[in-house]
């Protein structure tokens, strides 16, 4: 009885195996990479939710509008990161360059623009005062999102 191992007999099986091991590591690098970003949100909604103080009748007018507008920004802030990282000035005229820092200060008033619209619909739900707090609330959110990753 010869007990040698034949690798070529077995190399597809192996290379399954080893494309299969891939994929899970990667859908679990996926699933913890969703679980993370779960968690930061999560961490968001705690500190805002705790310094405005929403009653229930707030919180159930307040979040739907909030959802929106920061889904809204988020899209304008990868508008911009695109444009910085994705536009590099090397062998481009003034021209070009000109034209990419006009997008990025076309965006940026965009930006600007978005939280007017939207601050005038928080104060359709929340007082003066809230509204105060929940952009302090989001700069103390987003001050101490940066330490996290620094210590990282």
Same mark, same amino acid.
């Given at each position: 009885?010869?007990?040698?191992?034949?690798?070529?007999?077995?190399?597809?099986?192996?290379?399954?195996?080893?494309?299969?091991?891939?994929?899970?590591?990667?859908?679990?690098?996926?699933?913890?990479?969703?679980?993370?970003?779960?968690?930061?949100?999560?961490?968001?909604?705690? &500190?805002?939710t705790n310094r405005l103080n929403l009653t229930p009748e707030q919180s159930t007018g307040f979040w739907p509008v909030y959802n929106e507008y920061s889904q809204k920004r988020r899209e304008i802030h990868r508008a911009q990161r695109q444009i910085i990282n994705n536009k590099k000035a090397e062998?481009?005229?003034?021209?070009?360059?000109?034209?990419?820092?006009?997008?990025?200060?076309?965006?940026?008033q965009k930006d600007l623009d978005l939280e007017k619209e939207y601050q005038s619909k928080f104060l359709k739900v929340i007082?003066?005062?809230?509204? &105060?707090?929940?952009?302090?609330a989001e700069r103390t959110f987003n001050d101490m999102l940066i330490q996290r990753l620094k210590q990282r």
């Amino acid at each position: 009885m010869n007990l040698t191992f034949n690798f070529r007999k077995y190399r597809n099986i192996f290379a399954i195996l080893i494309i299969a091991l891939g994929a899970v590591t990667t859908a679990q690098a996926q699933r913890r990479s969703e679980e993370e970003i779960k968690k930061i949100q999560d961490a968001k909604v705690a &500190i805002i939710t705790n310094r405005l103080n929403l009653t229930p009748e707030q919180s159930t007018g307040f979040w739907p509008v909030y959802n929106e507008y920061s889904q809204k920004r988020r899209e304008i802030h990868r508008a911009q990161r695109q444009i910085i990282n994705n536009k590099k000035a090397e062998g481009k005229t003034d021209d070009q360059v000109l034209d990419n820092l006009k997008e990025v200060q076309d965006l940026k008033q965009k930006d600007l623009d978005l939280e007017k619209e939207y601050q005038s619909k928080f104060l359709k739900v929340i007082s003066a005062s809230q509204v &105060i707090e929940l952009y302090k609330a989001e700069r103390t959110f987003n001050d101490m999102l940066i330490q996290r990753l620094k210590q990282r």
